[in-house]
């Protein structure tokens, strides 16, 4: 059984950083797409950033270009979301999701979800 969960997720200032892990298990990802959602109160869920099995395969949503850092680690089935520079407007449910389709995640579709993780950027 396929299961994703995310950590990282809390409070934080304006301005700060925070570090998103989600660890998938049941089955291997090496050539699967990894990738972040966000969904704020009242809002459709937005696609954040995505990692393809290859270094050159990355994908960032415009809004989070040069604040955030997608990564992986494919020996622990892992990918990570650096956010810097945090603002308001990034207060969201942020979920991953894995997909076998290279590219896809940036349409919103992914074969596996996670059940997501808070975050909150306030004063």
């Known amino acids: 059984q396929v299961q994703l969960v995310e950590s990282g997720g809390g409070l934080v200032q304006p301005g700060g950083s925070l570090r998103l892990s989600c660890a998938a298990s049941?089955?291997?990802?090496?050539?699967?797409?990894m990738g972040w959602f966000r969904q704020a109160p009242g809002k459709e869920r937005e696609f954040v950033a995505g990692?393809?099995?290859?270094?050159?395969?990355?994908y960032v949503a415009d809004s989070v270009k040069g604040r955030f850092t997608i990564s992986r680690d494919n020996a622990k089935n892992t990918v990570y979301l650096q956010m810097n520079s945090l603002k308001p407007e990034d207060t969201a449910v942020y979920y991953c999701?894995?997909?076998?389709?290279?590219?896809?995640?940036?349409?919103?579709?992914?074969?596996?979800w996670g059940q997501g993780t808070q975050v909150t950027v306030s004063s």
């Open positions: 999701a894995v997909d076998q389709i290279p590219g896809r995640v940036r349409t919103g579709t992914a074969d596996y």
């Open positions: 049941g089955r291997t990802f090496t050539t699967y797409t």
């Open positions: 990692i393809g099995w290859s270094v050159g395969s990355i």
